[in-house]
């Protein structure tokens, strides 16, 4: 059988595209998504026709552009959240410069501490819930995401999950609590560094 390089067929106007590349070209050095990933999240994204799309763990904003770009299509909102300062002001001026009408929501701090004020905002009527949720920072901490990712998605919500098998060892209660829900139906993906790819049912 062939193997294939090109696995995505994707391109975008020549200032987004030019950004992009140049991303690819430190895409270890910020643990960012390849682009057969970013394409898959973009394309999800567009199928889902999310409104609302949380991100936790924007880095310099290499998948968060796929997703804004995707979120022009849908005409959604963005929320991220990173604690490094200095890799989500990168992300943020990317953002900004490539999307000056996209307005994204970017929260710097703690992963968990960040949820849950956007647990408290939701349930004040200040933030809607979101129907789809990209889970990419700290490995360990995946299964306290979900604990709250669960109070903040919405009916039929999506969460996509990465490196489930490059990591699996500390993803597992991740992994292992969302086997076991009825609520959900889920599936891990050999792509990338794996991805887990999770249906909330109601
Ligand atoms: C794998 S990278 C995200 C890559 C990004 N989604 C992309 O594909 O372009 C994970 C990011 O999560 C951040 N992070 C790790 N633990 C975190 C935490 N507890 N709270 C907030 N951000 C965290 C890291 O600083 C890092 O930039």
């Given at each position: 059988m062939q193997v294939l390089d090109i696995k995505?067929?994707?391109?975008?106007?020549?200032g987004l595209e030019d950004v992009l590349k140049e991303l690819e070209t430190t895409q270890k050095d910020f643990w960012n998504l390849d682009r057969n990933c970013a394409n898959f999240l973009y394309s999800l994204i567009i199928m889902k026709q999310a409104k609302n799309v949380l991100e936790i763990g924007t880095s310099n904003g290499y998948s968060g552009l796929w997703i804004l770009k995707a979120l022009e299509i849908t005409k959604g909102n963005f929320t991220t959240i990173e604690f490094w300062e200095k890799r989500q002001s990168a992300a943020r001026n990317y953002f900004t410069s490539l999307f000056p009408d996209s307005k994204p929501d970017c929260r710097i701090g703690q992963a968990i501490i960040a949820l849950e004020d956007l647990y408290d905002e939701i349930q004040k009527g200040k933030k809607q819930s979101f129907d789809f949720v990209f889970i990419d920072a700290n490995k360990k901490e995946y299964i306290k995401y979900f604990e709250l990712v669960d109070?903040?998605?919405a009916p039929d919500g999506v969460i996509l999950a990465d490196n489930i098998l490059t990591h699996y060892e500390k993803?597992?209660?991740y992994v292992e609590n969302l086997f076991n829900r009825d609520d959900y139906t889920s599936q891990i993906l050999d792509l990338g560094a794996g991805m887990m790819l999770s249906v909330r049912l109601q």
């Amino acid at each position: 059988m062939q193997v294939l390089d090109i696995k995505t067929t994707t391109k975008f106007d020549t200032g987004l595209e030019d950004v992009l590349k140049e991303l690819e070209t430190t895409q270890k050095d910020f643990w960012n998504l390849d682009r057969n990933c970013a394409n898959f999240l973009y394309s999800l994204i567009i199928m889902k026709q999310a409104k609302n799309v949380l991100e936790i763990g924007t880095s310099n904003g290499y998948s968060g552009l796929w997703i804004l770009k995707a979120l022009e299509i849908t005409k959604g909102n963005f929320t991220t959240i990173e604690f490094w300062e200095k890799r989500q002001s990168a992300a943020r001026n990317y953002f900004t410069s490539l999307f000056p009408d996209s307005k994204p929501d970017c929260r710097i701090g703690q992963a968990i501490i960040a949820l849950e004020d956007l647990y408290d905002e939701i349930q004040k009527g200040k933030k809607q819930s979101f129907d789809f949720v990209f889970i990419d920072a700290n490995k360990k901490e995946y299964i306290k995401y979900f604990e709250l990712v669960d109070k903040i998605l919405a009916p039929d919500g999506v969460i996509l999950a990465d490196n489930i098998l490059t990591h699996y060892e500390k993803v597992t209660p991740y992994v292992e609590n969302l086997f076991n829900r009825d609520d959900y139906t889920s599936q891990i993906l050999d792509l990338g560094a794996g991805m887990m790819l999770s249906v909330r049912l109601q």
